[in-house]
């Protein structure tokens, strides 16, 4: 039997628990999760490959950022349920633009490991708003906007997006570019938030969009209706 064969997939639901290490220090870069699809495509091109639960697909490490990571060896735990996997790390592990993703301290909830990348060029202004929006969650809702969102009413987090996606029409309705572009923003940060509420990340819509290329709007209509 071989080693993916040995791992009890069906006990862990299909997606096994990956410590990723750097193998050059044994510093813990990160925790990841693996499909048996991710670990054939790891053992196969010596990059690692995970299972993203929050996108629901599966992701090349670095595969926007450049950061990829060259496997080293991959160890199996004495319960065949958790992988040790030892890497070079090109750049950094963490999409914060840290070395590691492992870099506040519970205990003094101070920052222990600098910034060395500004990631937002490589993974984009919505993927990292949405990953600030998420860091925000538990923050005091008295100094954060997002935190009070996120611990509030649901109804009242909802009414902001009726509330600026009014304030967008009439923006159209005033042909006034700027204001359509600020409200615009408006929209798009309030769905974010929206969408961290259910932490739905916004890869899964842009593969929906995607999916929807070549289709017709009728088409694509018809298709929710059939479900």
């Known amino acids: 039997m ?8 069906e006990k862990i639901d299909g997606l096994i628990p ?3 290490q750097e193998a050059t220090t044994n510093e813990v870069l990160m925790l ?3 499909d048996r699809e991710a670990l054939t495509l790891t053992l ?15 992701w090349k490490k670095g595969e926007s950022s450049g950061h990829i990571q060259e496997v080293v060896d991959i160890m199996i735990d004495c319960d ?5 996997l030892k890497v070079n790390q090109t750049g950094v592990a963490c999409h914060t633009g840290r070395k590691s993703c492992f870099f506040t301290s519970m ?26 929006i998420q860091e925000k969650k538990n923050d005091d809702p008295k100094k954060s906007y997002t ?6 009413e649901e109804n009242s987090m909802l009414k902001k997006i009726v509330e600026e996606s009014g304030e967008f029409t009439f923006a159209i309705k005033d042909n006034d570019s700027e204001e359509i572009i600020y409200e615009a923003a408006d929209i798009t940060y309030h769905v974010l ?11 899964r819509v842009k593969q929906e969009l995607a999916r929807r290329f070549g289709m017709s709007g009728i088409e694509e209509k018809n298709s929710r209706t059939d479900k």
């Open 2 to 9: 071989n080693q993916i064969e040995s791992i009890d997939w």
């Open 107 to 132: 205990k003094t909830n101070e920052e222990v490991l600098p910034v060395e990348v500004d990631t937002t060029s490589a993974y984009g202004v919505i993927d990292t708003l949405y990953h600030t």
């Open 18 to 20: 990956v410590v990723t």
């Open 32 to 34: 990841a999760f693996m």
């Open 193 to 203: 938030v929206a969408l961290a509420s259910k932490n739905i990340s916004p890869d």
């Open 80 to 84: 065949n349920d958790t992988i040790l």
């Open 147 to 152: 935190a009070k969102l996120l611990q509030g």
């Open 44 to 58: 196969e091109s010596n990059i690692a490959h995970y299972f993203s639960r929050s996108k629901q697909r599966i």
